[in-house]
């Protein structure tokens, strides 16, 4: 799939991988980001999918209830990487024993604290060993599924149970953790990250590259969550718009070591229009946490300068 | 034909995985088991295995591609020791409710605090309630041999749970003893082919592993996989008389060493037994109707079993390499000690913990432990507390 | 023979449930009826709509079924009423009524 053999109306017309019934909450970010993906496998083509402990796994697999077309494994919340590292491998061991016939693609998902914490070391792991597999994090930007506690993905400033917003507290004091640059430097074929724009081409074209790419990659998807964000469910289109168009989540891709921006705003906004949709940052919105929101900015402006020069090495 | 040589229990157990030649094995390095990865690496290197090894980057990375690999279908190995064990625990329990017949070589090792590397049962003792079966050796040979039968036990349709094949730090993982090894085709006869019902990668029945359970569903889980431990004794005993047919070497839940008439009995696993043995013998010469149990089975626990063997005894000692910090002795102390009461026997016990992170036993140990449950028997001797052998103090 | 998940329940007994709790068939959350949870409901109007299928991705639960490149009824067995599809529209044809 590239720019020229884009066809929007051919994926929509693929048959559904994440069926209905999963017990994700209504307007789920989490659950568009899989559904999508899963989108990309080529009708036909088989695929196992992998799932750290979080609200996807506790909602999509609920006994008796699969939400998977296809095979489906969860062990345990830290180490998706490491469980579909031994799917992987039992593949290419049963291939070659001619034990299995079909050929597989294996593909997993973690939330950010599943990913860019508790499961980063199984993660680094599973790359570096060059297992043939897609991790893909799903990221919200805290530990949803236990009620909203900060993550290393979780960005400056925000409200969460465990970094509240006080009288003497303006929500999480440290920047996010930049885990796509880790994982390219990990030196794997591919690395992308993107979320929900437009007709979705950038998340189906970054998706069908990471799940046919030989070897390691790994995908970053911003996914909203009402809940924990503070927002009506169908903000979520607005605020993925925002996200990129404040440079606060950049659409990039790593493809061999090289960097490269895929999406470039005209007119870069300023990331009032990201935080002030979101419940979690209103607190910013007040005379003494002004500078708060400067600060943020800041940060933006660093980390988007820093990816414009990688890009235009 | 079998074939006599020498060799040390890490290779003898390196030597039985050459001839299963299992479809994956994970594992990382931690002394003192980091020597059967090695020998496997080295079969592979030298494509004598078609066994594809993941180097992970922790034990419970090990643990977890064991899980992953054992669902996709493959027949797996892993090894570890000590921290090695304890890191892995969570997932540990993911395998057995899981219900894969992974085979793991236990090393045993002391749990950290303070750190060392030599024997003691701690780490497999703390999963011994983690759902897998464990089946522990006193020398080798019994290494090799246990090593054998594993996966005919966790593979076997009334079980599918994971099996623990436990020896003895250094003490018998490094130690170069005689060994009687089975030919490789007799060998790969008798573990047979692994044909999984259920697997991922069959293309035609997607399936679904681990999922989220609520307590309606939870407990009735728990009690299937309850009784599939249940059923794996007569399981155990089965494999156990069909490779006495093929080695010669006979295996059950226990070892009844010279307890015939026997008034004084030990308990005891592992390697100590072997000791133990050459106390015995010399007590015997000396008149004293003494005797020994060795626990080969712990999971399940075949607690009517060695209740029945120490029946007839005055006095039983009941030996733990473990400390397991309750205030009441080690874990075989206390399984034992509830199975001998269920039972209704009237010897006096005495739970003994010893060897802890590689202690030293020697046989005039044991024959002080014999003596004491001689007077126990005869002149009232108690223990205050439950005792170390060979403490300073 | 393992159960299916249309004969397992809350009051499957112990000796019947799937081993290890593992489920031998694709997509057997189909038979959980999300739909019950909404309070929204989505309303098309197929003379507005133009089936340029914009709706489809932002789903979350996979409830605008496609067919012959055409989105059809919504899934309303499914539909959770989160209402995102109403906002990916870009002509208006889909509209948030209250209750079921």
Not at chain 2, 340 to 346: D, E, F, I, T, V
Not at chain 3, 44 to 62: F, H, I, K, N, R
């Amino acid at each position: 799939m590239n720019a020229t053999t884009f066809d929007y109306k051919e994926i929509q017309g693929r048959e559904e991988r994440l069926a209905p019934g999963h017990r994700l909450c209504a307007g789920c970010g989490a659950t568009i980001a899989v559904r999508n993906v899963l989108k990309a496998l080529h009708p036909g083509d088989h695929a196992v999918v992998g799932n750290a402990t979080g609200c996807l796994e506790v909602s999509s697999y609920t006994y008796p209830y699969t939400a998977y077309e296809d095979s489906y494994i969860h062990s345990a919340f830290e180490n998706a990487g490491a469980t579909l590292s031994g799917v992987e491998t039992a593949y290419r061991v049963l291939k070659k024993k001619g034990k299995i016939g079909a050929d597989y693609k294996f593909i997993t998902f973690g939330g950010d604290g599943g990913t860019y914490d508790i499961g980063l070391q199984s993660l680094s792991g599973a790359m570096e060993r060059g297992h043939d597999m897609v991790y893909v994090c799903y990221d919200n930007g805290a530990y949803m599924n236990t009620g909203i506690q900060r993550s290393s993905a979780t960005p400056p400033f925000a409200d969460t149970t465990t970094t509240p917003a006080g009288k003497v507290s303006a929500g999480k004091p440290q920047p996010r953790k930049d885990l796509a640059a880790i994982m390219a430097a990990h030196n794997i074929p591919y690395v992308g990250q993107t979320t929900f724009i437009g007709n979705m081409k950038d998340l189906y074209t970054k998706s069908e590259r990471a799940i046919y790419t030989e070897g390691p990659a790994f995908l970053n998807i911003m996914a909203p969550c009402p809940r924990g964000w503070r927002y009506e469910a169908p903000e979520l289109i607005a605020i993925c718009k925002a996200a990129v168009e404040t440079c606060y989540w950049p659409l990039f891709e790593v493809v061999e070591g090289k960097w490269s921006l895929n999406y470039e705003p005209k007119k870069k906004l300023p990331i009032e229009e990201f935080l002030k949709r979101q419940g979690r940052f209103k607190h910013l919105f007040t005379p003494e946490n002004e500078h708060c929101i400067g600060e943020f900015q800041a940060e933006v402006d660093r980390r988007w300068e820093e990816l414009l020069a990688r890009c235009a090495q | 034909m079998a074939v006599r040589t020498r060799m040390s229990g890490n290779e003898a157990v390196s030597h039985a995985i050459r001839q299963i030649s299992p479809d994956v094995m994970p594992a990382f390095p931690i002394t003192p088991s980091t020597e059967i990865p090695q020998y496997i690496s080295t079969m592979i290197a030298n494509g004598e295995i078609d066994t594809e090894f993941i180097p992970v980057e922790s034990e419970h990375s090990a643990m977890s591609a064991a899980i992953g690999a054992g669902a996709a279908g493959a027949r797996v190995f892993t090894a570890t020791s000590s921290a090695g064990l304890a890191l892995m625990w969570e997932v540990v329990y993911v395998a057995a409710s899981s219900r894969l017949p992974l085979v793991m070589a236990v090393v045993n090792r002391g749990l950290t605090g303070p750190l060392n590397i030599n024997a003691e049962h701690s780490d497999s003792m703390g999963a011994r309630d983690s759902g897998w079966i464990q089946i522990y050796a006193e020398n080798n040979q019994e290494a090799y041999d246990n090593m054998l039968q594993a996966y005919r036990i966790a593979e076997h349709a009334e079980v599918h749970l994971p099996v623990m094949i436990c020896q003895d730090g250094f003490i018998t993982s490094h130690a170069v003893e005689n060994i009687s090894l089975l030919e490789d085709e007799p060998v790969k006869k008798f573990v047979g082919e692994y044909e999984p019902e259920h697997f991922l990668l069959n293309e035609k029945e997607p399936m679904a592993v681990g999922p989220y359970a609520v307590s309606n569903y939870c407990m009735e889980a728990k009690k299937a996989q309850a009784e599939a431990m249940i059923r794996a004794k007569k399981v155990i005993l089965d494999v156990a008389r069909e490779f006495e047919e093929l080695s010669g070497r006979t295996y059950g839940f226990y070892e009844a060493y010279r307890m015939e008439d026997a008034e004084y009995a030990v308990v005891a696993i592992g390697s100590v037994c072997g000791t133990t043995k050459d106390a015995v013998d010399r007590l015997r010469e000396a008149g004293v109707k003494a005797g020994l149990v060795k626990v080969r089975v712990f999971r399940p626990f075949p607690g009517e079993e060695l209740a029945e063997a120490l029946r007839g005894c005055k006095a039983v000692a009941i030996m733990d390499r473990c400390e397991s910090y309750s205030g009441e002795g080690g874990p075989l102390g206390a399984e034992l000690t509830a199975a001998m009461y269920r039972a209704k026997l009237a010897a006096e016990t005495v739970n003994i913990v010893y060897g802890l992170s590689g202690r030293d036993v020697r046989v005039e140990d044991m024959e002080r432990v014999y003596d004491d449950l001689r007077k126990m028997a005869e002149e009232g001797l108690r223990f205050a507390q439950y005792p170390y052998l060979g403490l300073r103090e | 023979m393992a159960l299916k998940a249309a004969e397992i329940n809350e009051s499957t007994r112990w000796q019947d449930l799937t081993e290890g709790l593992k489920i031998f068939e694709p997509a057997s959350s189909r038979l959980f009826e999300t739909g019950e949870w909404r309070t929204m409901t989505p309303v098309l109007d197929t003379e507005t709509c133009t089936q340029c299928l914009l709706c489809v991705p932002y789903c979350p639960d996979s409830s605008i079924p496609v067919r012959d490149g055409k989105r059809g009824a919504f899934d309303l067995d499914h539909c959770k009423g989160c209402g995102i599809c109403a906002a990916a529209c870009p002509f208006g044809a889909i509209t948030m009524k209250e209750g079921r």
